[in-house]
């Protein structure tokens, strides 16, 4: 079975802290994926990734960068938390092609922003 | 990109009742299209996929058919118990040129015993 982990399911950090939240899937995938979930909203995509060091902004980029450095690990950055980055976060990892795969998620890390 | 819409929710229901969620796609081409379903503190997880026209997925009771004519792909179960409440969403694949997937706010579904 495929297997995305995320390395924290909660944490809560302070106003201006640099927060880390890691990703990572055990086969080989090419293309990871960082999602934010709030109420209402559904699920956005703030960055993905199609390859090692390669990247590519999703709608909500702004206040986030990420980091792949090892095909395995993707991992996403807030370099100053702002309480409005208060959210889930959901990695996804893509199995088998654009046109006909499915998207593998973590479980989450709810991230509290105080 | 590819792109849905999808039933607003909260849909509420007793066990046993009969659910469908609606669900129509606009896209280039002919994606596969997707029911993720999300429990209670999880991460979403596949429920079911339809890969072409007219093929039809299932799992745990859910069916969804892939109806090009109508642009649908439209949930439907039977008899739903309790342990059905959770978040469902719909979505197409990705596009080999355009990985910029947002899914929607996913209707919310509560069965009550």
């Known amino acids: 079975d495929v297997k995305v982990t995320q390395s924290s399911r909660y944490l809560v950090k302070r106003t201006g802290e640099k927060v880390f939240l890691e990703c990572v899937q055990d086969m080989d995938h090419e293309n990871m994926f960082w999602y934010r979930q709030d109420p209402g909203l559904g699920l956005r995509l703030i960055y993905f990734s199609y390859d090692v060091k390669m990247k590519e902004k999703g709608d909500i980029p702004e206040g986030y960068s990420v980091s792949r450095e090892k095909k395995e690990r993707f991992s996403l950055i807030l370099e100053s938390a702002s309480t409005n980055q208060t959210s889930m976060y959901l990695c996804a990892s893509l199995v088998g092609t654009a046109n006909t795969g499915e998207l593998f998620f973590g479980e989450g890390s709810r991230l509290t922003v105080l | 990109g590819n792109s849905v819409t999808q039933m607003e929710g909260p849909v509420t229901l007793s066990e046993e009742a009969f659910l469908t969620i609606n669900c129509t796609y606009t896209a280039t081409g002919y994606p596969s299209l997707f029911w993720y379903v999300q429990y209670p503190g999880e991460g979403l997880q596949l429920l079911l996929k339809?890969?072409?026209?007219?093929d039809k997925g299932s799992n745990k009771g859910f069916e969804a058919t892939y109806r090009k004519e109508t642009t649908s792909f439209h949930l439907e179960k039977g008899s739903v118990q309790v342990s059905d409440s959770a978040v469902y969403f719909c979505a197409p694949s990705l596009r080999s040129n355009d990985y910029k997937l947002s899914f929607g706010a996913g209707t919310t579904v509560t069965v009550r015993a």
């Open positions: 339809a890969t072409k026209a007219d």
